[in-house]
């Protein structure tokens, strides 16, 4: 228990530091439907960043009912939440100019571990200056390109100092997830490695990792799990409470 005890202390002091970047829970317009979100409801849910409180956007712990390997649950804990910044600092060249069009509004990050502290994660929250149409072509593009999978589009870590995740360098990414979300002026993004911070030197994108018949040490390891788990958990929470606020507003 000593190690979680560690994680939790180091969650605390990551919940002081994003909360008091990412500001407190003013309700922000949100409209969700078949159609998708549209004028200014879209354009309003790109402040969701500094509406939200930290715990809404990353919470402190994310479970994972048959997130993993062989449908097993997974736990991850937040060590670390990071301060806002510029895109570029987050992304490798290629990626950034891949995204450039969209432009950069705002990036929030936080990294989480499992409970084993075997695996360390930093997702990314990237919204962008697009409105609905532009969103929505710019994820085609993502589709139709395959650049979600290309391992020269890869986000960078937050490597945390005196979490465990301080070693998660750019050599240590293992696996990722990519998403240009249509509800939101949103890119999501999770990249995973080792804790130890042994370096990789073939990552694999989570829908690869994942695959039934996946069996590299990545695979195995379940990073793509961890990747593709906390994206879907994080996706989801923020379209709940995006959601949850227009009801409010209602």
């Keep these: 228990m000593a190690p979680i005890r560690k994680v939790l202390r180091l969650t605390a002091a990551g919940l002081v530091l994003g909360t008091g970047l990412l500001g407190g829970a003013a309700a922000g317009a949100w409209l969700t439907g078949g159609d998708g979100a549209t004028g200014t409801a879209f354009d309003d849910a790109r402040e969701l960043w500094r509406d939200l409180p930290v715990d809404e956007l990353f ?3 994310i479970d994972g009912e048959g997130a993993g390997p062989g449908r097993a649950d997974r736990r991850w804990i937040r060590v670390a939440v990071a301060p806002d910044g510029a895109c570029a600092e987050a992304l490798d060249p290629l990626l950034a100019e891949a995204l450039a069009d969209a432009g950069c509004h705002r990036l929030v ?3 989480y571990t499992d409970e084993t502290e075997t695996t360390v994660t930093t997702v990314g929250l ?3 200056e697009a409105d609905a ?13 395959e650049l979600a999978g290309r391992a020269d589009l890869l986000p960078k870590p937050y490597a945390a100092p005196g979490t465990v995740a301080e070693d998660f360098g750019d050599a240590q990414r293992a696996s990722w997830s990519l998403r240009v979300l249509t509800e939101l002026p949103v890119v999501l993004y999770t990249v995973t490695g080792f804790a130890d911070g042994r370096e990789v030197a073939e990552p694999e994108p989570a829908a690869e990792a994942t695959a039934e018949d996946a069996d590299s040490t990545v695979a195995l390891a379940g990073l793509g799990h961890d990747a593709q788990g906390i994206a879907d958990q994080i996706e989801t929470g923020l379209g709940q409470a995006a959601e949850a606020r227009t009801q409010e507003a209602r």
């Design 59 to 61: 919470p402190p712990e």
């Design 126 to 128: 990237l919204f962008t």
């Design 133 to 145: 149409a532009e969103t929505t072509t710019l994820s085609g593009r993502f589709a139709d390109q």
């Design 109 to 111: 990050r936080a990294t």
